[in-house]
C-alpha cells in the first residue's frame, strides 16, 4: 500500500494532474451550484475534454468534480432553499431555516467543514476496505462476476425511482442496447444496422443523450424562470469551534454515508435522509428538526459526502459501478484503457492511489473554495435558465463527436436524449439504462464463459458460495416489494428526489 | 421536472420564497401517464420483438450451450413481460377510471423543437462543417430558450465558437469538419 501511495504521490508532483485538480474543484462547484445539473451530467460534459489528457489526470479532474459537485449543491440549498443536487434537498430542510433566522454563516460553515470530515474520514475509509475487496474478488472466476453484476444491477433497479417495475424496464432495455455489437465470446457481429454500432452503442454518446441532452430538453420547460433577486446576506463565515458539538454526530454519519455508498443503488440521497432520520432519532430536541436545527444540517452533508467515497469502493475493488456517477468514471477510464477491478492495482497503481490522494488534497481547496466563494456561488442560480441550456447543449454536441470524430455519435446522442426525456417524464429514470451499459457486457460474457467452463452446467452458480450470495441476495432484492417490505425505502424515495 | 430545480417549501412558508424562482403560466400538455405507458410501452415491445427476431438469423458457434443470440432473446422476452406488466396496469386504470399519475409538459411546443434542433444538427454538420452548423444551430437554440437580444445571442455564439477553437482545436487538437 506503501508504494502504491508513494507512486501516486509521484503524480501529483506534476503541474498537469494539480492543475486537473483544481480544474475538477471548481467545475465541481459551477455544476453543483447550477441547479438542474447534477454530478453526473458535469461529469459527462467534461470527459470530451479528458480524451488528450493522462489517464491520472482524468481521473483526478473527474474524482474531485464528483466530489466538489456533491458539496456545493448545499449551496443554493441554504441560501435560496434550492438544491442544486438532488441529496441536498434534505440539506435545505434545516440549513434553508438556519439563513432565514440570518445564521447563513454557521450553516455554511458547518455544511462545508461536515462535509469536509465525512468525505475524509470516508476516504480512510475507502482505503481500509478496498484492499480487503481486492483480496476477495481476486479469487472471482466468471460465475462470481456474472452474480455480481446481477446483485449490482438488481439493487440499482430496485433504487431507481418510485416504481420497481419501471426500474427493471429501464434495466433489461439498457441490457438489450448491450446486446448490440459484436458478441463477447463468438465474435460474431449481432444487431448491427450501422457500421458505427460495430463496437456496440458509443457509450460516451448514449451516456450524455440520457443524462445531459435529456436534461437540457427537461430545462426548455422552464428556461421563462426568473429568478428573483437575493436580498442582503448576512456574514458567511462562522467559526470553526462550532463543529464540537457534532462529532458524535460526524462520525455516525459519515459511516452511514459510506455503508450506503458502498450499496450499489444506494445514493447521496438515501445516505443524507437516513443520516438525518438517525440523528433526529437520537438527538435531545427532535422537534426543532426541519426548522432550523444544526444536528440535522450536519447529519445529511455529513453523510451526503461520505458517500462519494463509499461508491469508489466497488468500482475500483471490483469494477462494478454502483451508481451513475461511478459508471461514467468506468467509461473514463475504459477511453484510456484502464479496466478498473481487482487487477487496476497491480496494472495501473496510479489510478486509484491517485484517486485516494485527489480526495485528501483536494479537500482543503474545497473548503476555502466553500467558504470564500460562496456569495458567487450562489450566483451561479442567477445565471438565465436558457443560457445553460443552451451552452451545455452545445458543449454536449460537440463532445460526443470528439469522442470518435464522428457524426454518427452525434446522431446516438441526440436520440438517447429523446429516448431519455420521454423515459423521465414516465418516472423511468436514464440511470439504470446507463449502468446496464456499463455492466451488461460483463455480465453476459461471464455468464456465458462460466457455462463454458462447467460444460452447460447451471450448477456452477449455485455451488460457488460468492455466486450462490450474490444471487439469493438478488433475488431477495426482487421479491422484497411483492412483500411490502419495500414500503419503507419507497417512503424515503417518496419524500426526496432519487439521486 | 427535475425535482432537484425545485425550491423546497416548509411548513407554514409561503411558496414564493426570496431567490426562489417563478413561473408564468404558459401552454402545457397534460395527460395520464398510463396513455404513455401504452404508447412507449408500445414502442418498446417492438424493439424487443425486433431483437428476439433478428436474433433468429444470428450464427449459433456454441453448439448446444449459450449462443450469441441466446441471451439477447431473454432479455427481450423479460423486456416484454415488464412492459407488458406496466400495459396492463395502465389498461386496468384506464378501464376503471381509478387514481392516476399526471404527466406534465411545460411549454410543449419549445421542446418539440428542440428535439427536432437535436435531430437536425447532425445533418447541419455533416452539410456545412462544424463552425457554420454550431453558429447557425446555437443561434437558433438561444432564441429557443429566450435569449432574443442580437448582441447577446451574438455574443454568447462568437463565444462558445473562440471556446471550441482554443480549447478543442488548437489545446485538445481535436479535428473539426
Redesign the interface.
Known amino acids: 500500500m506503501l508504494n502504491g501511495f508513494l507512486v501516486g504521490l509521484q503524480s501529483f508532483t506534476s503541474f498537469a494532474v494539480l492543475a486537473g485538480l483544481f480544474g475538477g474543484v471548481i467545475v465541481g462547484y459551477l455544476v453543483g451550484a447550477l441547479?438542474?445539473l447534477?454530478a453526473g451530467v458535469g461529469m459527462a460534459l467534461l470527459i470530451?475534454?479528458t480524451?488528450?489528457l493522462d489517464p491520472v489526470v482524468s481521473i483526478v479532474m473527474l474524482v474531485t468534480l464528483y466530489m466538489a459537485s456533491e458539496y456545493s449543491?448545499a449551496i443554493p440549498a441554504i441560501?435560496?432553499?434550492?438544491?442544486?443536487?438532488?441529496s441536498?434537498?434534505v440539506t435545505?430542510?434545516d440549513g434553508?431555516?438556519m439563513r432565514m433566522r440570518g445564521e447563513a454563516g454557521q450553516a455554511l460553515t458547518l455544511s462545508i467543514l461536515g462535509s469536509a470530515v465525512g468525505s475524509v474520514l470516508s476516504t480512510i475509509l475507502l482505503v481500509l476496505t478496498v484492499n480487503w475487496m481486492t483480496g476477495v474478488a481476486l479469487a472471482f472466476g466468471p460465475a462470481e462476476y456474472f452474480a455480481l453484476a446481477v446483485l449490482g444491477l438488481s439493487l440499482v433497479s430496485t433504487l431507481s425511482g418510485h416504481s420497481v417495475?419501471?426500474g427493471?424496464?429501464a434495466l433489461?432495455?439498457g441490457?438489450?442496447l448491450t446486446?448490440i455489437g459484436t458478441?463477447p465470446?463468438?465474435g460474431?457481429p449481432?444487431?448491427v444496422f450501422n457500421e458505427g454500432l460495430l463496437g456496440g452503442i458509443p457509450f460516451i454518446s448514449a451516456l450524455i443523450g440520457l443524462f445531459a441532452?435529456s436534461?437540457?430538453?427537461?430545462?426548455?420547460?422552464?428556461?421563462?424562470?426568473?429568478?428573483?433577486?437575493?436580498?442582503a446576506m448576512s456574514g458567511v463565515l462562522g467559526q470553526f469551534s462550532l463543529l464540537k458539538p457534532h462529532v458524535g454526530n460526524m462520525v455516525r454519519s459519515t459511516f452511514i454515508g459510506y455503508i450506503l455508498g458502498v450499496i450499489p443503488g444506494a445514493g447521496a440521497t438515501i445516505a443524507s435522509l437516513t443520516a438525518y432520520a438517525v440523528q433526529r432519532r437520537v438527538s435531545k430536541t427532535p422537534e426543532t428538526f426541519?426548522?432550523g436545527n444544526p444536528e440535522g444540517l450536519v447529519a445529511a452533508e455529513t453523510a451526503n459526502n461520505a458517500c462519494m467515497p463509499g461508491a469508489l469502493a466497488p468500482m475500483l475493488a471490483l469494477g462494478i459501478p454502483g451508481k451513475a456517477s461511478t459508471a461514467v468514471l468506468v467509461g473514463a477510464l475504459a477511453i484510456h484503457g484502464v479496466q478498473p477491478g481487482p487487477l487496476i492495482f497491480a496494472q495501473h497503481p496510479e489510478i486509484p492511489y491517485s484517486v485516494y490522494i485527489a480526495l485528501l488534497v483536494g479537500m482543503p481547496f474545497m473548503v476555502a473554495l466553500g467558504l470564500f466563494g460562496s456569495r458567487l456561488w450562489?450566483k451561479l442560480?442567477l445565471i438565465?435558465?436558457?443560457?445553460v441550456?443552451?451552452?451545455v447543449?452545445?458543449t454536449c454536441?460537440?463532445g460526443t463527436?470528439?469522442e470518435a470524430?464522428d457524426?454518427f455519435s452525434?446522431?446516438v446522442a441526440?436520440?438517447f436524449?429523446?429516448v431519455g426525456?420521454?423515459?423521465r417524464?414516465?418516472?423511468i429514470e436514464p440511470a439504470p439504462i446507463v449502468l446496464a451499459l456499463v455492466l451488461g457486457y460483463m455480465m453476459?460474457s461471464n455468464?456465458?464463459r462460466a457455462?463454458?467452463g462447467s460444460g452447460?452446467d447451471y450448477a456452477v452458480f449455485a455451488t460457488s458460495p460468492i455466486a450462490a450470495v450474490c444471487l439469493v441476495l438478488a433475488l431477495i432484492v426482487f421479491v422484497l416489494p411483492l412483500t411490502g417490505a419495500m414500503l419503507f425505502k419507497r417512503r424515503l424515495a417518496d419524500t426526496?428526489?432519487t439521486a | 421536472?427535475?425535482?432537484?430545480?425545485?425550491?423546497?417549501t416548509?411548513?407554514g412558508e409561503p411558496d414564493?420564497?426570496?431567490?426562489?424562482?417563478?413561473?408564468?403560466p404558459?401552454p402545457t400538455l397534460i395527460f395520464r401517464?398510463d396513455w404513455?405507458?401504452l404508447l412507449?410501452g408500445a414502442a418498446?415491445l417492438a424493439?424487443?420483438a425486433w431483437?428476439f427476431v433478428?436474433?433468429g438469423s444470428?450464427?449459433?458457434?456454441?453448439g448446444?450451450?449459450?449462443?450469441?443470440?441466446d441471451?439477447?432473446r431473454g432479455?427481450?422476452a423479460?423486456?416484454a413481460l415488464?412492459?407488458a406488466?406496466?400495459g396492463v396496469g395502465a389498461l386496468r386504470r384506464l378501464a376503471a377510471g381509478t387514481a392516476h399519475?399526471l404527466?406534465e409538459?411545460?411549454?410543449y411546443g419549445?421542446?418539440a423543437i428542440?428535439?427536432l434542433l437535436?435531430?437536425v444538427?447532425?445533418w447541419l454538420?455533416?452539410a456545412f462543417g462544424?463552425y457554420v452548423a454550431?453558429g447557425v444551430?446555437?443561434a437558433a437554440?438561444?432564441v429557443?430558450?429566450?435569449?432574443r437580444h442580437p448582441l447577446h445571442v451574438a455574443a454568447?455564439v462568437a463565444g462558445?465558437l473562440l471556446f471550441?477553437k482554443l480549447?478543442?482545436e488548437m489545446?485538445?487538437?481535436?479535428?473539426?469538419p
Open positions: 441547479p438542474g447534477s470530451p475534454f480524451f488528450g449543491g441560501l435560496v432553499n434550492t438544491p442544486g443536487e438532488p441536498s434537498a435545505a430542510l434553508y431555516p417495475i419501471r427493471l424496464v433489461l432495455f441490457l438489450l446486446t458478441d465470446v463468438d460474431i449481432r444487431f441532452l436534461e437540457v430538453l427537461e430545462m426548455l420547460e422552464t428556461t421563462d424562470e426568473k429568478p428573483m433577486p437575493l436580498k426541519g426548522k450562489v442560480t438565465p435558465r436558457g443560457v441550456a443552451a451552452i447543449c452545445a454536441l460537440l463527436f470528439s470524430n457524426i452525434i446522431w441526440a436520440v436524449g429523446i426525456y420521454v423515459l417524464k414516465l418516472d453476459e455468464f456465458r457455462l463454458v452447460d426526496l428526489p | 421536472m427535475n425535482a432537484a430545480s425545485q425550491p423546497l416548509l411548513p414564493a420564497e426570496e431567490g426562489a424562482s417563478t413561473l408564468a404558459a401517464r404513455g405507458d412507449v418498446i424493439v424487443a431483437f433478428s436474433a444470428l450464427e449459433d458457434y456454441s448446444e450451450g449459450i449462443g450469441a443470440a441471451f439477447p432479455i427481450a423479460l423486456l415488464g412492459i406488466v406496466i399519475h404527466v409538459i411545460r411549454r419549445h421542446v428542440g428535439m437535436l435531430l444538427f447532425p454538420m455533416t462544424y454550431m444551430w446555437l437554440f438561444l429557443l430558450c429566450g435569449i454568447y462558445f471550441t480549447v478543442f489545446i485538445l487538437g481535436t479535428p473539426l
